[in-house]
């Protein structure tokens, strides 16, 4: 057969082009969620790019600021929707640096656990989407498919598949099932053999992996002054990830590696996801042998946790205890913290104030897609337009994370 | 000043406060039941127990006591402290108080928690000092343990009917008798009584009696939990929905500094309750003065009206303004009231003064009942405060203004306020044009030919001055109900279509300019 890219004599029929804006979104295929590209076309080169974010505005940070603290769980379950358990926990830590209270072993080890699996899911339905969208849908269906023995899991733990709101200050909401282990264990070795058996699918296409070698570079300086965080940093060779970096809960005493890249390509984002995977499946298997069958998984502070419904119809105590945290909200001593852990595109801080009250009087997040998104111009300027959705996609932008 | 140490914070203390008073007064709070800073020394809640340093030099003063030790599993013996309370320890000079630094002082105060409510029913969800209850809120500052007696409590009456306002539970009791002393010391009806000792003791009735004084709704303010509610607020509202702000109460012409709750939901006020102000009321208000609220809401004019039948404001309005604007000259009278603020009153004289209304008249309500305790036989809150806007001027009063209506002296009236002395003298109002500014139905609602709905004290601010001369401000707790506007709103409307200006028109302006001379400011708690 002959090759496809035969060279083309173009020099005799010269169009001439004058750059046209061509708008790509709010609502649009190639656009996750509701973003929208002003694209300054040369032909089909892209000249400019003015990224647009604010489409998806709920003021979560300002909702957050209306209820008790518990009642922030459901906001920042979505904020990251495929990886809503890390900012349950990442929330949870963020109050407890301020209550100057840590979490029983148990709660640590289960909330590490918890957390790598929703990590698994978010690079999951990011690779997936991103192969969706540069039209290999058997791919997609293959890696969601594993996502969703992920979403078993948490289904079984927490009761939600998608917004779980299982994260609570002080604990969880429930110790682990019976089945935890057994059932985690079990799904990691499934997940594992999708993801090689995705590779395989994907890895060995051309067409495929002509449209994401060598396309949307970024260099290592760059991504660090756009703020970039997560995967797409790490794409960018800089080996930087808060779990190594600044090690909270138990990270420090499991094993695993920060991946990076070499290239800094969209295929470079692209495999990063995959080898984080392994990485993560790695850290779940050590937490599951790690984590006690049995113990407490909340601290026993009954200013800040909910004692047992049982109690709470029986003895006064317990009601009083109830009333207060559910009306008044636990208190948070006055002051602010920055807390941050590694979500599922980067680092996720919280900036908090509390004014001592049950309120919060300031919620501050700070999401990684946002300031991710915040480099798509520079990643697509120059590209062709067909670029922009494996770019994008390998940004993994979440618009909930971008809600400003 | 002589000073002592709290908890190593230096305290100023007049001589013979105890240290429970002066920690008072300096803003720093011990925990207590029974302690009220207007009733005598009862020392019986145990909440407020302190450490105490000895004197440099002397031994401290220790007690042998067995401590369960859960190594050995057995109880051995250990030394602690005398506490005593702060409530009633008097201060001396230099002396060394431990209360929330203190070991001791937390593992007593966690174990009088536990002994409070060993006894005490599930009661929060259906408790109506649940939100402001001290075992709730000292339970979690304080103790923060579960229960560990797990027999049925102790079970005593429940919802004694105790009078015409109160009911009491005496499971939910703690018997701490501010409700006792306060009828004993305040009202010196000592109507009320304890009897029994330990978890049997109870808070009963004298034989053959009800609670049935004229203060009896302050028993249940005085009670740190909920063990006596008010048959008014029962089951009525939530108290962490409700709002507050700090009001006067319209009562009588004492004006007792008072909170005024509301829901901002539905714009309903709920109850009044006392502000503490040493000058006028000290911590107390009487029964009709707490359920003054009420009138907020009841028997209210809330439309327009012509003739009787309910109109458009703006047809009121032209009625109004052509009745004025048509009267014969020099036979338009004023018709101020004792009922309504400064503000009103004020903005009513300037429009009257711009007409060139001569002939002004000051009416409220009939006199009552009064003590030397709170309540004045003046039932009206701002008599003292019209009577200064108008100087040397004397009003006359409502008999005189209908002697001039029957003497055909008077043939039109501008009047504010919903009540005159005597309802008799209605029937000389109704052969007058009268435009009268109405809150609430009544001889001047049914007389009055334009009615234009005014708003209550609760719907504005306004200022009142008192009998003893102190201007005290009431905040507006709630919008303005149905059509009503503030009177003085009324008159900045009715000035407009006769042509004039009045020289305000937002209710900070109106404050400013009816500021009277002569009344001291009464100090807000």
Same mark, same amino acid.
């Given at each position: 057969?002959?090759?496809?890219?035969?060279?083309?004599?173009?020099?005799?029929?010269e169009l001439?082009?004058?750059?046209?804006?061509?708008?790509?979104?709010?609502?649009?295929?190639?656009?996750?969620?509701?973003?929208?590209?002003?694209?300054?076309?040369s032909?089909?080169?892209?000249?400019?790019?003015?990224?647009?974010?604010?489409?998806?505005?709920?003021?979560?940070?300002?909702?957050?600021?209306?209820?008790?603290?518990?009642?922030?769980?459901?906001?920042?379950?979505r904020?990251?929707?495929?990886?809503?358990?890390?900012?349950?926990?990442?929330?949870?830590?963020?109050?407890?640096?301020?209550?100057?209270?840590?979490?029983?072993?148990? #709660?640590?080890?289960?909330?590490?656990?918890?957390?790598?699996?929703?990590?698994?899911?978010?690079?999951?339905?990011?690779?997936?989407?991103?192969?969706?969208?540069?039209?290999?849908?058997?791919?997609?269906?293959?890696?969601?498919?594993?996502?969703?023995?992920?979403?078993?899991?948490?289904?079984?733990?927490?009761g939600?598949?998608?917004t779980?709101?299982?994260?609570?200050?002080?604990?969880?909401?429930?110790p682990?099932?019976?089945?935890?282990?057994e059932?985690?264990?079990?799904?990691?070795?499934?997940?594992?053999?999708?993801?090689?058996?995705?590779?395989?699918?994907?890895?060995?296409n051309?067409?495929?992996?002509?449209?994401?070698?060598?396309?949307?570079?970024?260099?290592?300086?760059?991504?660090?002054?756009?703020?970039?965080?997560?995967?797409?940093?790490?794409?960018?060779?800089?080996?930087?990830?808060?779990?190594?970096?600044?090690?909270?809960?138990?990270?420090?005493e499991?094993e695993?590696?920060v991946?990076?890249?070499?290239?800094?390509?969209?295929?470079?984002?692209?495999?990063?996801?995959?080898?984080?995977?392994?990485?993560s499946?790695?850290?779940v298997?050590?937490?599951?042998?790690?984590?006690?069958?049995?113990?407490?998984?909340?601290?026993?502070?009954?200013?800040?946790?909910?004692?047992?419904?049982?109690?709470?119809?029986?003895?006064?105590?317990?009601?009083?205890?109830?009333?207060?945290?559910?009306?008044?909200?636990?208190?948070?001593?006055?002051?602010?913290?920055?807390?941050?852990?590694?979500?599922?595109?980067? !680092?996720?801080?919280?900036?908090?104030?509390?004014?001592?009250?049950?309120?919060?009087?300031?919620?501050?997040?700070?999401?990684?897609?946002?300031?991710?998104?915040?480099?798509?111009?520079?990643?697509?300027?120059?590209?062709?337009?067909?670029?922009?959705?494996?770019?994008?996609?390998?940004?993994?932008?979440?618009?909930?994370?971008?809600?400003? | 000043?002589?000073?002592?140490?709290?908890?190593?914070?230096?305290?100023?203390?007049?001589?013979?406060?105890?240290?429970?008073?002066?920690?008072?007064?300096?803003?720093?709070?011990?925990p207590?039941?029974?302690?009220?800073?207007?009733?005598?020394?009862?020392?019986? #809640?145990?909440? #407020?127990?302190?450490?105490?340093?000895?004197?440099?030099?002397?031994?401290?003063?220790?007690?042998?006591?067995?401590?369960?030790?859960?190594?050995?599993?057995?109880?051995?013996?250990?030394?602690?402290p005398?506490?005593?309370?702060?409530?009633?320890?008097?201060?001396?000079?230099?002396?060394?108080?431990?209360?929330?630094?203190?070991?001791?002082?937390?593992?007593?105060?966690?174990?009088v928690?536990?002994?409070?409510?060993?006894?005490?029913?599930?009661?929060?969800?259906?408790?109506?000092?649940?939100?402001?209850?001290?075992?709730?809120?000292?339970?979690?500052?304080?103790?923060?343990?579960?229960?560990?007696?797990?027999?049925?409590?102790?079970?005593?009456?429940?919802?004694?009917?105790?009078?015409?306002?109160?009911?009491?539970?005496?499971?939910?009791?703690?018997?701490?008798?501010?409700?006792?002393?306060?009828?004993? !010391?305040?009202?010196?009806?000592?109507?009320?009584?304890?009897?029994?000792?330990?978890?049997?003791?109870?808070?009963?009735?004298?034989?053959?009696?009800?609670?049935?004084?004229?203060?009896?709704?302050?028993?249940?303010?005085?009670?740190?939990?909920?063990?006596?509610?008010?048959?008014?607020?029962?089951?009525?509202a939530?108290?962490?929905?409700l709002?507050?702000?700090?009001?006067?109460?319209?009562?009588?012409?004492?004006?007792?500094?008072?909170?005024?709750?509301?829901?901002?939901?539905?714009?309903?006020?709920?109850?009044?309750?006392?502000?503490?102000?040493?000058?006028?009321?000290?911590?107390?208000m009487?029964?009709?003065?707490?359920?003054?609220?009420?009138?907020?809401? !009841?028997?209210?004019?809330?439309?327009?009206?012509?003739?009787?039948?309910?109109?458009?404001?703006?047809?009121?309005?032209?009625?109004?303004?052509?009745?004025?604007?048509?009267?014969?000259?020099?036979?338009?009278?004023?018709?101020?009231?004792?009922?309504?603020?400064? !503000?009103?009153?004020?903005?009513?004289?300037?429009?009257?003064r711009?007409?060139?209304?001569?002939?002004?008249?000051?009416?409220?309500?009939?006199?009552?009942?009064?003590?030397?305790?709170?309540?004045?036989?003046?039932?009206?809150?701002?008599?003292?405060?019209?009577?200064?806007?108008?100087?040397?001027?004397?009003?006359?009063n409502?008999?005189?203004?209908?002697?001039?209506?029957?003497?055909?002296?008077?043939?039109?009236?501008?009047?504010?306020?919903?009540?005159?002395?005597?309802?008799?003298?209605?029937?000389?109002l109704?052969?007058?044009?009268?435009?009268?500014?109405?809150?609430?139905?009544?001889?001047?609602?049914?007389?009055?030919?334009?009615?234009?709905?005014?708003?209550?004290w609760?719907?504005?601010?306004?200022?009142?001055?008192?009998?003893?001369?102190?201007?005290?401000?009431?905040?507006?707790?709630?919008?303005?109900?149905?059509?009503?506007?503030?009177?003085?709103?009324?008159?900045?409307?009715l000035?407009?279509?006769?042509?004039k200006?009045?020289?305000?028109?937002?209710?900070?302006?109106?404050?400013?300019?009816?500021?009277?001379?002569?009344?001291s400011s009464?100090?807000?708690a």
């Amino acid at each position: 057969m002959e090759p496809l890219d035969v060279e083309l004599d173009e020099t005799e029929v010269e169009l001439p082009t004058e750059p046209m804006l061509v708008n790509v979104g709010p609502s649009h295929p190639a656009m996750h969620g509701t973003v929208r590209c002003v694209m300054e076309l040369s032909g089909e080169t892209i000249h400019r790019v003015d990224v647009q974010v604010g489409y998806l505005h709920r003021g979560f940070e300002k909702m957050c600021e209306r209820g008790t603290w518990s009642q922030v769980f459901p906001y920042v379950d979505r904020c990251n929707y495929v990886s809503p358990m890390l900012n349950n926990v990442g929330f949870s830590l963020a109050c407890e640096k301020m209550l100057g209270i840590e979490v029983p072993e148990r #709660c640590q080890w289960y909330r590490m656990a918890l957390g790598e699996l929703a990590r698994i899911s978010d690079h999951l339905t990011c690779d997936g989407a991103m192969a969706m969208e540069l039209g290999a849908f058997t791919p997609f269906l293959w890696m969601v498919k594993a996502r969703d023995m992920i979403w078993d899991v948490m289904e079984e733990e927490t009761g939600a598949r998608l917004t779980h709101s299982f994260g609570r200050v002080g604990g969880m909401a429930m110790p682990p099932t019976d089945q935890f282990k057994e059932h985690t264990l079990a799904v990691v070795e499934q997940v594992l053999k999708i993801v090689d058996e995705s590779e395989k699918l994907v890895l060995t296409n051309r067409i495929f992996l002509d449209r994401l070698e060598g396309v949307g570079k970024i260099s290592a300086a760059d991504a660090i002054s756009l703020g970039w965080t997560g995967p797409c940093l790490r794409a960018a060779g800089v080996p930087y990830d808060v779990r190594r970096a600044h090690p909270y809960l138990k990270y420090s005493e499991v094993e695993f590696d920060v991946p990076v890249g070499t290239s800094s390509d969209c295929l470079d984002r692209f495999l990063i996801r995959f080898a984080e995977i392994k990485q993560s499946a790695h850290i779940v298997r050590q937490c599951i042998a790690r984590l006690p069958d049995s113990g407490p998984v909340d601290v026993d502070d009954p200013r800040v946790v909910m004692p047992p419904k049982s109690e709470v119809y029986t003895t006064i105590e317990a009601t009083i205890q109830h009333f207060k945290l559910v009306m008044e909200g636990l208190k948070i001593p006055a002051g602010e913290v920055y807390s941050y852990t590694e979500g599922g595109n980067g !680092e996720l801080g919280f900036y908090l104030v509390s004014d001592g009250s049950g309120t919060p009087f300031r919620v501050r997040i700070r999401p990684p897609c946002f300031l991710i998104t915040g480099g798509l111009e520079k990643v697509v300027t120059g590209q062709m337009v067909a670029d922009v959705v494996p770019c994008f996609g390998s940004l993994n932008m979440i618009g909930g994370e971008c809600d400003r | 000043m002589p000073t002592f140490k709290l908890d190593d914070q230096v305290i100023d203390y007049q001589p013979g406060d105890t240290i429970i008073q002066a920690a008072h007064r300096a803003g720093v709070d011990i925990p207590h039941y029974c302690w009220h800073p207007g009733l005598s020394v009862a020392a019986n #809640c145990r909440m #407020c127990l302190v450490e105490i340093a000895p004197p440099p030099g002397r031994p401290a003063m220790l007690l042998d006591v067995l401590r369960y030790d859960e190594k050995k599993g057995d109880y051995v013996k250990a030394r602690k402290p005398k506490l005593q309370p702060a409530c009633q320890q008097p201060v001396a000079e230099g002396m060394d108080v431990k209360s929330q630094t203190s070991e001791h002082v937390k593992e007593a105060r966690a174990a009088v928690q536990e002994f409070l409510l060993l006894n005490h029913p599930v009661d929060c969800p259906i408790c109506d000092q649940s939100g402001e209850c001290r075992l709730q809120d000292y339970w979690l500052e304080h103790s923060g343990k579960k229960k560990r007696m797990h027999d049925e409590i102790v079970h005593k009456p429940k919802t004694v009917d105790f009078g015409p306002t109160i009911v009491y539970d005496a499971e939910r009791c703690i018997v701490c008798t501010r409700c006792v002393r306060f009828c004993e !010391e305040v009202v010196k009806d000592p109507v009320l009584d304890k009897r029994e000792r330990g978890n049997l003791g109870e808070i009963v009735l004298a034989p053959g009696r009800l609670l049935d004084h004229d203060y009896t709704l302050m028993t249940e303010y005085v009670c740190p939990v909920g063990a006596l509610t008010a048959k008014d607020f029962r089951f009525k509202a939530r108290v962490w929905f409700l709002r507050s702000v700090r009001s006067v109460c319209q009562g009588c012409a004492t004006g007792c500094n008072s909170f005024t709750d509301y829901d901002p939901r539905n714009q309903t006020a709920y109850r009044h309750r006392p502000r503490e102000n040493m000058q006028v009321n000290k911590y107390w208000m009487c029964d009709s003065g707490m359920l003054d609220y009420r009138r907020i809401h !009841e028997d209210r004019v809330l439309a327009a009206r012509i003739g009787g039948s309910t109109t458009t404001t703006e047809a009121a309005l032209v009625a109004a303004a052509k009745a004025l604007s048509s009267a014969e000259s020099g036979k338009t009278a004023l018709l101020l009231s004792a009922l309504h603020s400064n !503000e009103d009153n004020y903005a009513l004289l300037e429009l009257g003064r711009q007409l060139g209304i001569e002939s002004v008249f000051l009416a409220g309500k009939p006199a009552g009942k009064g003590d030397d305790i709170l309540r004045s036989t003046d039932k009206n809150p701002n008599r003292a405060g019209v009577l200064l806007l108008l100087g040397d001027k004397a009003p006359g009063n409502i008999a005189a203004l209908a002697a001039a209506i029957d003497g055909g002296k008077v043939t039109t009236v501008l009047g504010v306020g919903s009540d005159i002395e005597d309802p008799a003298f209605a029937s000389s109002l109704a052969k007058a044009k009268l435009i009268a500014l109405v809150t609430h139905e009544g001889p001047v609602s049914q007389a009055a030919h334009v009615v234009l709905p005014a708003s209550s004290w609760a719907e504005a601010e306004g200022t009142f001055v008192n009998d003893k001369g102190m201007s005290q401000v009431s905040e507006k707790a709630i919008t303005p109900q149905g059509g009503s506007e503030p009177a003085w709103r009324w008159a900045i409307s009715l000035a407009e279509r006769l042509g004039k200006a009045l020289p305000f028109k937002k209710a900070k302006e109106v404050k400013a300019a009816s500021l009277v001379q002569g009344a001291s400011s009464g100090a807000q708690a």
